[in-house]
């Protein structure tokens, strides 16, 4: 099984809501992560989770939080967004934080923000 | 500043067609380089990687890559697309600034032509 699942599939939110994006992966991997994409643009890491310990965070603003509360789910609690915070949002993980491990992907949660 | 430049934005070919897509990068070692495929509205799929040996390798779905240190490059092609082959394609380095973060090019499009 080589799959990274993502839910849910699409989200609408107001300013005001909190959501969370939820992904799971059965692989055995060690590394998790969380990217941001938007329109016709690469993704951009936000988060890394190494052994479910947060190892990079790439000064994301503190309206998203993120959880690892084992080593085969990872969360993005979502509060206070903002319309520009709309896109889609990738999760990946690999069997460890080392680049000679790839990351695999998930199909994504396409954030809209109202 | 490491970087990674894919200077094709938007590629047409028909099918049948050879296809080449470019992948340039700026870093001071050998990288650990990637290519990934992205169909519209989802996640990514990794077609092959690069990390030492042999600078020619054989990915999924027909692809290969070349590395070359000279021209610090690292090309897609394909000998006959097909239709499928149609999504947007993005070159990525790894370890570069810390082990697990990847690092995209901006992405070629490809269209496919009948």
């Known amino acids: 099984d080589t799959e990274v699942t993502q839910t849910p599939k699409h989200l609408v939110m107001g300013m005001t809501n909190k959501k969370s994006l939820k992904c799971e992966q059965h692989?055995?991997?060690?590394?998790m992560y969380w990217y941001k994409q938007k329109a016709k643009k690469p993704p951009e890491l936000m988060f890394v989770y190494s052994y479910e310990k947060l190892s990079i965070n790439e000064s994301v603003p503190s309206r998203f939080s993120p959880e690892c509360p084992n080593s085969s789910l990872l969360n993005l609690h979502l509060h206070a967004l903002q319309p520009e915070d709309s896109a889609l949002y990738l999760c990946?993980?690999?069997?460890?934080?080392?680049?000679?491990?790839?990351?695999?992907f998930g199909p994504g949660t396409r954030l809209t923000v109202t | 500043a490491q970087s990674v430049t894919q200077p094709d934005i938007h590629i047409t070919v028909s099918e049948g067609a050879s296809l080449e897509l470019r992948c340039n990068y700026s870093?001071?070692?050998?990288?650990?380089l990637f290519w990934y495929v992205q169909s519209p509205g989802q996640g990514l799929q990794l077609l092959l990687k690069?990390?030492?040996?042999?600078?020619l390798v054989q990915g999924i779905k027909g692809f290969e890559a070349e590395f070359k240190r000279s021209q610090s490059s690292f090309n897609l092609r394909k000998p006959s697309v097909h239709w499928s082959d149609a999504a947007e394609y993005f070159c990525?380095?790894?370890?570069?600034?810390?082990?697990?973060?990847?690092?995209f090019g901006q992405g070629t499009r490809l269209t496919i032509n009948p």
């Open positions: 990946a993980s690999s069997h460890y934080e080392t680049p000679n491990y790839e990351q695999y």
């Open positions: 690069y990390f030492s040996g042999d600078t």
């Open positions: 692989m055995g991997h060690r590394a």
């Open positions: 990525a380095v790894g370890g570069i600034q810390g082990a697990q973060k990847l690092v």
């Open positions: 870093y001071g070692a050998t990288p650990y």
